[in-house]
């Protein structure tokens, strides 16, 4: 039973010497089944301990990934509201036609809900076309969204 703990603390990183100091440090668990039955619920604790604490190391990574990708910086939305300004776009139901539309997106895309590699195909893809081609791209935008000219 000792082998199987002693295996399983091994995926969170702890080495068999750890564990024999560690098992050393207890009542002498060879000594009787109570001891034994003590040191596998000490084993059964700290490898619960190290699973909940990789878990939640995960679950923060996971949330930073997604802040990271999900923030839209400052200067890329006002770049974004230039290049809706010289598109013509004036209204906010503009905007979230023009940007779904680019990403061939079944809805409107709110800006707020662009991430920061999106704008930046965005602002990529706009500095590349020329004035007619944005108008271009809102007006066919507006007609796939069903939105009204402001």
């Known amino acids: ?28 668990w060879r000594g009787s089944d109570d001891n034994a039955r003590a040191a596998v619920a000490y ?11 990789a878990a939640e ?13 999900t923030i839209l910086t400052p200067e890329q939305r006002g770049q974004l509201q230039a290049v ?17 539309y680019m990403f061939n ?6 800006t707020n809900n662009l991430s920061a590699d999106q704008a930046a195909d965005l602002l990529d893809t706009f500095s590349a076309m020329n004035p007619d081609e944005r108008a271009q ?9 069903m939105v009204a000219a402001s």
Do not use: I
């Open 43 to 53: 084993l059964n604790q700290w490898g619960k301990a190290l699973k909940d604490q």
């Open 57 to 69: 190391e995960a679950q923060r990574a996971t949330e930073a990934a997604m802040t990271a990708e």
């Open 1 to 28: 039973m000792l082998a199987a703990r002693r295996e399983g603390l091994k995926r969170y990183g702890v080495t068999g010497q750890e564990v024999d100091v560690a098992l050393n440090n207890l009542q002498p």
């Open 105 to 110: 997106h079944p809805t409107p895309m709110a």
């Open 137 to 145: 791209c809102l007006t066919e935008a507006r007609t796939k969204f």
């Open 84 to 100: 809706v300004k010289a598109s013509g776009a004036l209204s906010s139901e503009e905007r979230y036609a023009l940007w779904g």
